[in-house]
């Protein structure tokens, strides 16, 4: 495990911790289920200091009755309706009042929302929120139960008929998700910054339903089980013995305001919980991560390979890449993500996409499937370069994916070829999906629809680390997929009067492709790279300073990451660069400056 946190860098943060909701913290002046001392004056005044609590829906049809266009007396129906729903929601399964008595707060919250100071207009927000997130709590309990709660629910005071409308711009029908989640059920552990935004609905974290596996890849669509984040609206319409309650759901990587009564509102958001969550439920799923798993069993996550959104792909927006490094996966990206999200000019201009490759595999291997990825994806969403934002791709690479993506902006041919075959491919002994795949290895051109690369933590000219004792041991245990390994097998044993002088009829692994020195390294030097294509290196030193060529950040030394006219910045950070501050500062600011439009 030494080893694998050594070359990966990633630990174990970011994660989601599972709250009561129930018990929710307090806010400035405020909090859900706590009745102010104007309530409690109300309740006195109608003689029902106490009583409330055993028949609400009767003290609830009284304070309304006395409420008419005074706030303060919406305000008591508003927190008596809520500090009920609270006491009855723990007998949810056998007593259904708990729903009618949120829907009864929401409803208020709705009708007084933009009434009254600043103070009245937070109080009427915040009641909505809590009161949506509690419903949406109390479906999954139904769903869990195999319960049907039906579309007309029985209030304290009306009947509420309940429609989840998914036809507005950017909504989401019901069935999209397995789970759909509110954002308070959850605290972050371990985040530097949360990517929030206030406004008005509810914050939700969705377990989407889409293809799994290969369909995913073929389809290029949020796969099955992605964590997004959504925010959900409560609306009502006239009042009367049966009320219309209105649900919408909506994606808000996708939206960013949405009609709410009269107004148009920037929706409230929470970008980070998602990646929480995401965390949380792979550290449940597996011992191992999935990047560990790729490292030492290969063969187990290789039908995973390949790029997918991290997003409901859009044709309207500029694609960012994240490729990963050593004995990682994409979920290691969601600091730097997180980041990037908070920034509501990068949430429109941009869309996030990322590859999973197992990392036991050399590089040449991994390039060559992410080339052919890239290839799929634009014959699908851009034939003929009809959507011109896909054209200017932005790609991220950490660690060892920095050589991948390296590879989809460098020109192969002849010269990088003959580095390691002494006969043309046409005479080498393969099937003809083995020439393909050779074929493919060594002879690519740049990526056309690749703007700019951004090199975090990269060894170019490898790391010592893949030639010492812990890269003995980490090439010892590297797993090739069986596909890779039965071909580069062949390749190699069938063809040994082909082979280069110094290239060894064993399949090589990742190891081998990160020795300073070593085959792949030197090759790598001699392809050049596009000069069309903007590069920048961030670089770690630890927090060292002084002169860079005596610096490492723990794993790749300066001399390695460093590429004479590339322009860079170097960070007090370890290996994990994704995840220091300063280099989501580095990325917004180069994403904020990107020419293309």
Known sequence: MALMVAFSGCATKFVAVSTDPLKPAKTAGWSPGELSMSTLARLAALRLPRSWEEDPAAALVAL?????????????????????????????LTDHSAAGLY?????????CDGLGDSEFQRCCREASRYAVARLAGLREIAQQKGLSLGNDLAGPTRTYHIEIRGNAPGAMPISSFHELLPADRFKISGARELALVEGAGTPMVGK??????????????APDGLWLPFTATAQF?????????????????????????????????????????????????????????????????????????????????IPVLFVHGLISEPNDWRFLHNTLLADPKIRQRYQFWAFYYPTSMPVPWSATLLREDLAQVHRRLNPGGRNPKLSHMIVLGHSMGGLLTRMQIAQGGQSFYG???????????????????????????????????????VPHKGSGLAVNWIGK?????????????????????????????????????????????????????????????????????????????????????????????VPETIIPSNHSGPEHPLCAQKVKQLLEENPAR
Not at 271 to 289: G, H
Not at 495 to 518: C, H, M
Not at 533 to 538: A, D, E, F, M
Request: charged share 25%; glycine share 8%.
């Open 419 to 457: 580095q390691y075959f002494t006969k043309p491919v046409d005479q080498l002994r393969l099937t003809a999906s083995e020439r393909r795949t050779i074929d493919d290895m060594f002879f690519f051109s740049p990526n056309p629809d690749i703007d700019e690369v951004v090199f975090i933590c």
């Open 237 to 317: 319409g006239p009042r009367g013995p049966r009320r219309n309650a209105i649900f919408t759901v909506y994606d808000r990587r996708n939206v960013e305001t949405a009609q709410i009564g009269a107004r148009r509102e920037t929706l409230a958001a929470d970008f980070s919980t998602p990646f929480a969550v995401r965390t949380r439920e792979l550290n449940q799923q597996n011992l191992l991560s999935l990047g560990i798993l790729g490292f030492l069993r290969g063969d187990e996550v290789f039908n995973q390979t390949g790029l997918s959104p991290l997003e409901e792909p859009r044709t309207d927006r």
């Open 473 to 565: 041991i980490a090439n010892m245990l590297a797993r090739l997929p069986l596909t890779i390994m039965q071909v580069s097998f062949n390749v190699l044993t069938l063809n040994a009067d082909a082979l280069a002088a110094d290239v060894g009829v064993k399949p090589g692994t990742s190891i081998d492709s990160l020795s300073p020195g070593g085959k792949f390294e030197k090759a790598l030097q001699t392809l050049p790279m596009s000069p069309r294509v903007r590069k920048y290196s961030i670089i770690g030193d630890r927090g060292a300073g002084g002169n860079p060529w005596l610096t490492s950040d723990g794993v790749v030394p300066y001399w390695s990451s460093h590429i004479d006219g």
């Open 64 to 92: 309304e009755a006395g409420a008419g266009k005074d706030l303060a007396g919406q305000r008591a129906v508003i927190e008596v309706a809520l500090a009920a729903g609270i006491r009855a929601h723990a007998r949810f």
């Open 208 to 221: 989407m339903r889409g293809p799994v596996g290969a369909d995913a890849a073929k389809q290029f669509a």
């Open 103 to 111: 829907l009864c707060a929401a409803e208020h919250a709705f009708d």
